[in-house]
């Protein structure tokens, strides 16, 4: 613990952090309070910079897994005209019995040459708990091209509470690598807990 009973994060997770460069001592001492005393079983730390009108903003999201929950801490910057530029970060932790679906796409280029350490260009995990869901509607129809009748709306549901997209060409094979191993942890962890 520091001086101002802040637990330490592990050394590993405390230098990805760091290597972000994004207020690292702001992010970690986040992070270490949603993490506790609790063991750090797994991490992932992404770092995005978005285009908004002629600046550009980072965002930077660690993903912490412990035996017993989920932690995810998000920082964003924000610029007020006329003062100082501010940071904002948000922890949100889940207990890991609450996740209903982890889902793992990964995106391989030229699949022939596909061995078991290869790397996938494109990886993209999601996590649903059932807070957020992403609907699309659209008019539903029928098959009589003469019909001009009301059918009503049409649409899917799905859960939308977590994404985190990595490809080699804007985060590097370590970091894609490093996705998968995360979302897969986190699938094993989060199967059937009865």
Same mark, same amino acid.
């Given at each position: 613990?520091?001086?101002?009973?802040?637990?330490?994060?592990?050394?590993?997770?405390?230098?990805?952090?760091?290597?972000?460069?994004?207020?690292?001592?702001?992010?970690?001492?986040?992070?270490?309070?949603?993490?506790?005393?609790?063991?750090?079983?797994?991490?992932?730390?992404?770092?995005?910079?978005?285009?908004?009108?002629?600046?550009?903003?980072?965002?930077?999201?660690?993903?912490?897994?412990?035996?017993?929950?989920?932690?995810?801490?998000?920082?964003?910057?924000?610029?007020?005209?006329?003062?100082?530029?501010?940071?904002?970060?948000?922890?949100?932790? +889940?207990?890991?019995?609450?996740?209903?679906?982890?889902? +793992?796409?990964?995106?391989?280029?030229?699949?022939?040459?596909?061995?078991?350490?290869?790397?996938?260009?494109?990886?993209?995990?999601?996590?649903?708990?059932?807070?957020?869901?992403?609907?699309?509607?659209?008019?539903?129809?029928?098959?009589?091209?003469?019909?001009?009748?009301?059918?009503?709306?049409?649409?899917?549901?799905?859960?939308?509470?977590?994404?985190?997209?990595?490809?080699?060409?804007?985060?590097?094979?370590?970091?894609?690598?490093? +996705?998968?191993?995360?979302?897969?942890?986190?699938?094993?962890?989060?199967?059937?807990?009865?």
């Amino acid at each position: 613990m520091t001086s101002l009973g802040i637990p330490r994060l592990p050394a590993d997770l405390a230098a990805a952090i760091v290597s972000c460069g994004y207020f690292p001592e702001m992010v970690s001492d986040a992070v270490a309070l949603a993490v506790g005393q609790e063991q750090v079983v797994g991490h992932l730390v992404q770092v995005e910079a978005t285009f908004l009108r002629d600046e550009i903003q980072r965002h930077l999201s660690v993903f912490v897994v412990t035996p017993n929950r989920f932690i995810a801490a998000h920082t964003d910057e924000e610029a007020v005209a006329g003062e100082h530029p501010q940071a904002i970060t948000t922890t949100e932790v +889940l207990s890991l019995s609450r996740i209903r679906s982890v889902s +793992l796409t990964q995106v391989v280029a030229r699949p022939e040459r596909y061995r078991h350490d290869s790397t996938p260009t494109e990886t993209l995990m999601t996590v649903g708990w059932g807070t957020v869901r992403h609907v699309d509607l659209e008019p539903a129809a029928c098959n009589d091209p003469n019909c001009d009748a009301d059918h009503g709306y049409t649409g899917t549901s799905t859960a939308d509470d977590l994404a985190v997209r990595m490809s080699v060409a804007a985060d590097g094979a370590e970091n894609v690598a490093a +996705l998968v191993r995360f979302g897969t942890l986190l699938q094993q962890l989060t199967g059937d807990r009865r």
